[in-house]
């Protein structure tokens, strides 16, 4: 899942946060039911459990990485794409999208942009378009970012802050 707004940008598996808030759940239950106070659970699920914030007018990248029950803020800086756009275009869902390439991680990376959506962030670390990534695969679909949607959001009080600075777009 990706969150968009005016200077920030959050990725997430959506397969990680539905076992994650699947584990919240069995603990609570295990903690609740066991006797000792002591809960064994297995965490099990699909999907990653990092977190991308992206601020890309200050060309920063946190990663939020989770560890057993330990979690971990790492800082770095938003990668530089050498991205080629084409003239190719696609809709998807509805949304009128231009094609871009690029050599990232070890692999060709085909790209759908969005540059009715003009902020220049994508998911993971993907970045630097004249408008939202809403399509990026390897040219062999091991790795695939699906668009499935874009939905306006409003953040709850409880929402971290760089998600809360997402509250324009998401999909």
């Known amino acids: 899942m990706l969150f968009v707004g005016r200077i920030a940008s959050n990725y997430r598996s959506y397969d990680g946060l539905v076992a994650d808030r699947q584990f919240k759940k069995a603990y609570a239950e295990a903690v609740a039911s066991s006797p000792d106070g002591h809960p064994r659970i297995n965490r099990k699920g699909v999907g990653s459990f990092t977190q991308y914030y992206q601020y890309p007018g200050e060309r920063k990248l946190f990663t939020k990485a989770l560890q057993l029950l330990d979690e971990y803020l790492i800082e770095d800086t938003l990668p530089v794409i050498a991205w080629r756009i084409s003239g190719d275009t696609a809709t998807f869902g509805g949304l009128h ?75």
């Open 97 to 171: 999208c231009q094609k871009a390439t690029c050599h990232f991680k070890a692999g060709i990376m085909l790209h759908g942009f969005c540059p009715d959506l003009p902020v220049h962030s994508g998911p993971w670390k993907l970045n630097g378009l004249p408008g939202v990534i809403v399509d990026a695969r390897d040219t062999r679909n091991d790795v695939l970012f699906a668009f499935d949607g874009v939905e306006r959001t409003v953040p709850s009080p409880t929402t971290d802050q760089a998600t809360a600075n997402t509250d324009e777009k998401g999909c």
